[in-house]
């Protein structure tokens, strides 16, 4: 069997190893990557403008998922200009694994995750590496973390902000800091380990938020400090692909129930680690606190889904938060036109997905054209037509048509035309999936 972190077979075209990085490393900057030779094209002379700022040794762990394309040929390339890289590759893409791999190959007395396509702030990683060597104790720093505009060199401010400049939590005090990352709304996602505490980290979980599940792992091992140093930024726009998603965006459109996975996990552990049973008050107070932080994370999901003009989804976050915070949706604006819409998205929707579709044939609504317009609008595919009721429908109009009918006594007109049962859809069959 082979050893689960010894992952680094490389092929005979991949940098090989060099024995130049010192063993006492200071700062590991560990970078897992998949596919993205051009981040790193753009990420590494960063790096090396960002050392000069660094009073410390360093090191870039590069942990490669089996890249297709030339990320190699890049480490390489930098590492023989003089870049301190130690390059890993996988024998095939490990999704989960490449985080574990890259902290497991780590040699620095300190370790800092970075994502191939963000950056750094120097002066602030510095600050915060002085800090953990001041205070060796602690095992690890999280701060909160920039969001930056990197095409037009523009900061969007923090992604959250904290009451304290610095608190410090330490083993017996779960409860404190459980409650302050709920309160002030506080992700532990950038953080510095002390070598000890990223070692430990030995699985990746599946259902619950990892930052929440790591911290509670590495609090109840010794004490952890949370910096107003913000030093990581997450990058939003970037010249490298102006036009890419960017994946914080997207976990914070669908991550809500990984993150009460997470908080739900933080509390299991409070527990058993001491030994601990939760009273009835206890139990609903904690219940509470969870379910406001969750509702909130879905009221900023619910506005992004609505930015991004799906209105399916944000319907089905509405119900959720109806059900799970009420008084959430009181001031919610800009949903007075999300009834049509989900509607309209729906029928678009359905025509989409049917084989062989090519006709959105519309029957009874009082402007039909404004309605084609509107299915257009909603995400109806150019390829299929949204048209009046043809006189005389030929075989393949029969076969290849959905029928919206705005009134049930329709139906019947159609099905004698011959017109497939199951492809004639009524607005009160949409309506019964859409209730706003």
């Known amino acids: 069997m082979n050893a689960p972190f010894d992952t680094a077979a490389v092929p005979g075209d991949a940098p090989a190893i060099r024995p130049e990085v010192p063993a006492?490393?200071?700062?590991?900057?560990?970078?897992?990557?998949?596919?993205?030779?051009?981040?790193l094209e753009h990420l590494f002379p960063h790096l090396k403008e960002a050392s000069k700022a660094f009073d410390f040794s360093y090191e870039i762990v590069v942990s490669d998922n089996c890249s297709p394309d030339n990320t190699p040929e890049v480490v390489e390339r930098f590492r023989a200009e003089g870049m301190p890289i130690r390059y890993y590759r996988q024998e095939e893409n490990k999704l989960l694994s490449n985080l574990l791999s890259v902290y497991h190959r780590a040699r620095g007395k300190y370790l800092v995750y970075l994502a191939d396509d963000d950056l750094i702030i120097p002066e602030a990683l510095a600050d915060n590496i002085r800090y953990m060597l001041a205070n060796p104790e602690i095992r690890a720093v999280y701060t909160p973390w920039e969001i930056y505009d990197d095409l037009n060199k523009v900061s969007g401010g923090a992604f959250y902000s904290q009451e304290e400049d610095l608190m410090v939590f330490g083993p017996g005090q779960e409860t404190d800091l459980?409650?302050?990352?709920?309160?002030?709304?506080?992700?532990?996602?950038?953080?510095?380990?002390?070598?000890d505490a990223a070692r430990a980290i030995v699985s990746a979980p599946r259902f619950c938020y990892?930052?929440?599940?790591?911290?509670?792992?590495?609090?109840?091992?010794?004490?952890?400090?949370?910096?107003?140093?913000?030093?990581?930024r997450s990058v939003t726009l970037t010249p490298v692909a102006p036009n890419r998603g960017q994946q914080g965006v997207e976990g914070a459109m669908t991550s809500w129930d990984d993150y009460r996975g997470g908080l739900e996990y933080m509390i299991f552990s409070l527990l058993r680690r001491g030994n601990l049973s939760a009273t009835p008050q206890m139990t609903e107070g904690v219940r509470q606190l969870i379910d406001h932080f969750v509702a909130t994370r879905m009221r900023v999901a619910l506005r992004l889904w609505l930015e991004r003009k799906d209105y399916i989804r944000a319907y089905e976050l509405i119900a959720r938060l109806n059900h799970l915070a009420p008084s959430a949706m009181a001031d919610m604006q800009g949903l007075e036109n999300l009834p049509l819409l989900a509607l309209a998205q729906t029928l678009a929707r359905l025509a989409n997905g049917i084989a062989e579709i090519e006709r959105l044939v519309i029957a009874g609504a009082d402007d039909g054209q404004a309605l084609g317009n509107l299915l257009r609008d909603t995400g109806l595919e150019r390829r299929i037509l949204a048209m009046p009721p043809p006189k005389a429908p030929s075989e393949k109009n029969l076969r290849t048509s959905v029928v919206f009918i705005a009134r049930d006594d329709l139906r019947q007109e159609f099905l004698d035309q011959g017109y497939e049962p199951g492809l004639i859809i009524s607005e009160r069959d949409i309506r019964a999936t859409i209730l706003l």
């Open 210 to 232: 990892w930052a929440f599940t790591y911290l509670a792992q590495t609090v109840a091992e010794g004490p952890v400090a949370l910096r107003n140093v913000p030093f990581y």
């Open 24 to 39: 006492d490393v200071t700062l590991s900057i560990c970078i897992p990557t998949y596919n993205r030779a051009p981040f």
């Open 178 to 195: 459980f409650t302050t990352l709920v309160k002030d709304h506080i992700f532990p996602e950038t953080v510095i380990y002390r070598a």
